[in-house]
């Protein structure tokens, strides 16, 4: 496995016979989720989705991406939640491979933003993919009438079936009635898969793919960490370590994790971190309260807090060891920055020292860390990541007592924002 994991900053935090004593529970849990009898089993499809994955669609939706970028100048990425947030982040870490501008729209409610985004791409060749598995979630649903307006008024019906792709239910829904009788192409989103659990199906796939990005790698990745994270052995599987830390945290009264990354490029995985592990384990009045941190510009911000404030918090750093790029410092003659001592340096030996300077002042200050290093910035590792942080949820959920894999609390205001529009 090319993920590394440090725990050496819960020394003190953890105690080895606390690690010893949650094996059982971990072992449970385990075989809960492998076996299919834990809550929501039915949404557990994400488990071997991977290797489930025939290589013929990922072939298919390469040769898809190279049609449609030659006869566009970008895409529109219609989604909200699940449908928008693994794509993004799978971009924004990606980006120097990709090949053609994506824009994202159904993630939100502000006309100001859809305007000003369609207003921009009146001269250029649009195609879109719109990404909801019924078909009316509201922000995507909306979105589509308003961009499928705009459409219609550039292109003729035989070229919007070129220029429109759905990806939803199989056989039922809004999205799937327009495919019927439009003649969109389609692909489907799996039944046994939540949104939050559904980057690595054709809910992601399909505009990762348009973008040019390398979806083989991306899938090869998660298929190496399914086989790696399928032991149950805690001293070996580290996604099960992280479940287990977390929840053995949890009990002593740390009930924030905060993300931190010093690597812009992942600041969208860490978003997509906050959905998965919110929805999956917020319920019940129990779960651990997702919050995320760009450094090192947030500690200048919220570094104050982090160091001295309720200790009712742990933090999990995502690094990279390899970013891929170098900048090395020039001397300056005069000095007068006094930085002359890392002159000829790489400047991601000089973040690389913020790193290790922040964990260990944080653990000091009484934050527990731990961290979760990436071998670099591609595909497959990324694919690794995705898969280690679905595991770890499923099991800090059931470690927790909930079910990981449903969402009823997202109803709510939704009940009451289609009283309030007129809506049945």
């Known amino acids: 496995m090319d993920i590394k994991f440090d725990i050496a900053n819960l020394k003190g935090f953890i ?152 990806v939803t239910d199989q056989e039922k829904g809004a999205l799937r009635k327009s495919i019927n009788s439009e003649g969109y192409r389609s692909y489907p989103i799996h039944d046994d898969v939540g949104g939050r659990f559904s980057v690595l199906c054709p809910a992601g796939l399909v505009s990762l793919a348009l973008a040019g990005l390398d979806i083989h790698q991306l899938i090869e990745g998660a298929r190496d960490a399914e086989k790696a994270f399928d032991e149950m052995d805690l001293e070996k599987n580290i996604a099960y370590q992280y479940a287990a830390a977390r929840y053995l945290l949890y009990k002593k009264g740390k009930k924030i994790e905060v993300l931190s990354t010093f690597y812009q490029r992942l600041s969208y995985v860490a978003e997509w971190w906050k959905q998965l592990f919110g929805e999956s384990e917020g319920k019940d009045g129990k779960g651990i309260f997702p919050a995320s941190l760009n450094l090192t510009a947030d500690l200048h911000s919220m570094g104050q807090l982090m160091q001295e404030g309720e200790r009712n918090v742990f933090e999990t750093f995502l690094m990279v060891e390899d970013s891929g790029h170098k900048m090395i410092i020039p001397p300056a003659e005069e000095n007068l920055d006094n930085f002359n001592c890392v002159a000829g340096k790489d400047l991601d030996f000089v973040n690389k020292q913020g790193y290790k300077a922040t964990s260990s002042a944080h653990y000091e200050g009484g934050v527990p860390n731990m961290t979760i290093t990436l071998p670099n910035c591609q595909a497959h590792a990324l694919g690794q990541l995705y898969y280690f942080f679905q595991k770890a949820v499923a099991i800090t959920g059931y470690l927790i007592g909930v079910n990981p894999f449903n969402q009823p609390g997202v109803e709510a205001y939704k009940k009451k924002m289609f009283a309030l529009l007129g809506r049945e």
């Open 15 to 166: 105690e080895k016979k606390e690690w010893d004593d949650i094996v059982p529970q971990v072992k449970k849990a385990h075989e809960e989720l492998v076996n299919k009898t834990g809550q929501g089993s039915n949404f557990t499809g994400w488990l071997d989705l991977a290797s489930r994955t025939d290589n013929a669609l990922l072939d298919e939706l390469k040769i898809l991406g190279e049609e449609v970028r030659e006869n566009s100048d970008c895409i529109i990425s219609l989604g909200i939640g699940g449908s928008y947030l693994g794509i993004r982040a799978t971009v924004e870490f990606l980006i120097a491979d990709q090949k053609i501008p994506i824009h994202y729209a159904g993630n939100n409610l502000s006309s100001g933003y859809l305007y000003h985004l369609l207003k921009g791409l009146e001269d250029k060749r649009v195609t879109i993919v719109v990404i909801s598995k019924s078909g009316t979630t509201t922000e995507t649903a909306l979105a589509f009438r308003i961009i499928k307006e705009f459409m219609e008024k550039k292109y003729d019906a035989n070229e919007l079936k070129k220029r429109i792709i759905c």
